[in-house]
């Protein structure tokens, strides 16, 4: 993207009188006040409870389902606690009491909350700076697949066991979930977080997001839910998969407690980290990057931000009302007295569905905004992308009825749903199309990035295609709850999504690292996941054609070649996670140095210095062209070429003559 | 939010960032657009949750009839949607005074409108303390407590939000130059107006559940 500058007058701002030290309060908070603060709240909260509700209730009284609420209100209170005193002792209260008492922040005050010459505290504070945020959300979500790797091969090591039991059924079940759920908060960051905070103001020419100290806040409220989600494990478990379905969450364990405290937490971190990116990307755009000009990976952003800032508060109160069931002993969910699991699961899939979304659309959308880099042509029908996206956006608030086929819920609204559900596949394939036509004749560098590019293609095609068989009625009787149903959404959230997400990871790296990552161990990663991930996924697909039903920790030794096989796959894909970790830990520290274009890309962010300067850009850019004019002839060498043409028909016309 | 501000050569200029403070109020009015469009869905939420259980009555445990339990007075609801309608009258009554240069009807408007919302919050807990069901009686006694908890946890937050408002104008920091937070909050208090009166129109219309032959529903207990 050619950019020209624009002298931006540096006025002199009068300052509002500076209260104390530049940060105030926020120089005395790091991660560590934040976790003593955050235990000793809950503590706190835990023990006040107690005492409170034995007194109150005696310790005799049951909810519902026959569980102690003393104990469930006591529980929650402490998860309560923990998130309260966290958020408080890393300072994300500080600036709501700044501003109601009109002490408003100095620009000393904020350059000391972007962490301006601060060295690497800055990455254990409240920092504003937006390169701060997205480096805490890329480590916070390999942390995360490291951990849910980590229980997918616990689940594989059961399930390819078949002649012994490995794990206790309740554990394994808890596995289950929290696998399911810690790879679906993992999915839903790894390019919104990262990247969305990191490249997309850079990319829009901004100095910064749009609300820096809500980035900050996001980032922490995420980090803040993890510890009572991950506690599920040592406090029954969460057994009924990531939906946690009514009324079996209602009787489960109090581990569920901290599924459900997690869900809320985080549901307020990705709304305030959607409202941030959206007003980010409608009014901070660079002059002259209208939306013609406007990179996909931006667009990509904003269809997810959307989706999440309109439909994860469904999901947040679904939780809310489950959590008071357990708690304050109300009915929402529980038939006995009045509610009704059917609105759970309305509820809960209103998110759901479109949370695929989520996940998918920014690592399509980031695997084609550098696939035009990499293969040095114009994206192909940029408006055939730009109306891919938004027309997934627009469908998925009109899906999420077909997980709800067999509940028994309005069979008369199947077909509608079923319509529906087949017709977002379009907008999808549009997608695939620009890929493809992308691609079409060109001469790839065959680079790391580009290599996920046809894994993200072959994946999509494979999810996709079986995706709309899964929508149809008839097939879906038979396929409903099955291991083809998990074979088919891990091609799309894994297949898709992550290794989409680790194409647009090893594209972005240089620029967020200031180094390359390894090309050679970053490959050899790849691919090995890639090979095994096809190896689990395939078999598991004949699994579920074979009628192998999903979430069951026994099963008929018909299945058990295709959980052998599966099995062998998974640690296969294991392995290459790992190799590919070492390639990002090594090159983060050893890497090949990265120049302040490391792709040749057209897009703003080639257009300042590696590593990115404090402020971004010097001068702000100003956008003269589109982010993908690849290709596009040399006017010299046309003007050259027309002189020529002229002069050699004015030659054979003087021959003729 | 960006913060305010000094006036140099008749541009009011933030003191954080040194933009325009309408470059910024452009940005804040656009966020809280888009929190009011994530907390409409919220309470979609709880409303729909409220019309679905009315509507299915299962196992005939809609109504609240157990022991000495019965419907709440719809009264309440209203004086306290009331009590909202008009402290936000008052704060854009302000903000558009302050745009017209007068800052003490800010300041005074700021006062009155966290004034009455701090009595609709008193309102709200006495209402919430005095229901004539307790939480588990019933799906109706469910639904109508969350929506005044709801309600409650907003005017919580309006409370905190007007009296801002009223320091930040003793403070010089909400002025005519600059009186763009004051909109900001009037803006979020007309949201939480129209839920309240959503939630007031829905526990005064939907009481005694259409369906009056409800099927049995399994208990689904262990």
Known sequence: MSTAVAIHEQAHVPQPKQISNPGGFLRRTNFLTALVSGVVTAAIFWFATDKITSAVTGPGATNNMSLPSGLNISITMMYIGWVLGFMAGIGAFAGPIRWFLGHDLTHADAEYMAGKDMGREKFWKFTTDHKVVGIQYLVVTLILFGFGGLLAMLIRTELGATWTEVFNPNFYNSIIGTHGIVMIIAMIIVISGPIGNFIVPIMCGARDMAFPRLNALSIWLLIAAIPPLVSNLLMGGIRDGWTVYQPLADQAPIGMIGYQVCIITFAFSTGIASVNLITTIVRMRAAGMTWSRTPILVYGILGSAIMGLVWFPMYQYSQILALSDRTLLTSFFVPASGGSVWLYENLFWLLGHPEVYVIVIPATAGVLEYLPVFVRKPLFSYKLAVAGIFGVVGLSAVVWVHHMYMTGWAPQSNYPFMMSTEMISIPFSFLVLVMLGTMWRGMPWKRLPMMAVYAVVWNKVIGGITGVYLSDTPVDQYMHGSMFVVAHFHYMLMGAGLFGAMGVISYFFPKMIGRYLDEFWGSVGFWTAFAGFQVTFMSMFVAGLQGMPRRVLQFDSLFNISNWISTIGAYVIGIGMLIFLYAIVDSWRNGIIAPDNPWGGKTLENFTSTPVPHENFPVLPVVTSGPYDFGTPDPYELADDAIMRKTEGAEKVSARS | ?222
């Open chain 2, 1 to 222: 939010m960006s913060d305010s501000t000094a006036t140099e050569i008749g541009r009011t200029l933030s003191s954080t960032t040194g933009e325009m403070v309408e470059v910024t109020g452009s940005r804040d009015k656009l966020g809280v657009w888009m929190i009011i469009v994530s907390c409409t869905t919220g309470t979609i939420a709880l409303l729909v949750s409220y019309a679905y259980l009315w509507s299915l009555n299962v196992n005939s445990a809609w109504a609240p009839t157990s022991g000495s339990a019965n419907w709440a007075p719809v009264w309440p609801f209203w004086v306290i949607f009331t009590a909202m309608f008009i402290a936000t009258l008052i704060m854009w009554n302000g903000y558009r005074g302050l745009c017209s240069g007068k800052v003490a009807a800010m300041k005074s408007a700021a006062l009155l409108s966290s004034l009455l919302l701090l009595g609709a919050f008193v309102a709200q807990i006495f209402q919430i303390a005095r229901f004539p069901f307790g939480p588990a009686d019933g799906a109706y006694a469910s639904a109508t407590l969350w929506l005044a908890i709801a309600n409650g946890i907003w005017l919580f937050l309006a409370v905190f939000l007007a009296m801002a408002i009223f320091n930040r104008t003793r403070a010089g920091r909400v002025t005519p130059e600059n009186p763009n937070h004051a909109r900001l909050v009037a803006m979020f208090l007309t949201y939480l107006c129209v839920a309240a009166f959503l939630g007031s129109v829905f526990t005064t219309v939907m009481q005694d559940s259409p369906n009056t032959q409800s099927p049995p529903f399994g208990t689904f207990s262990q």
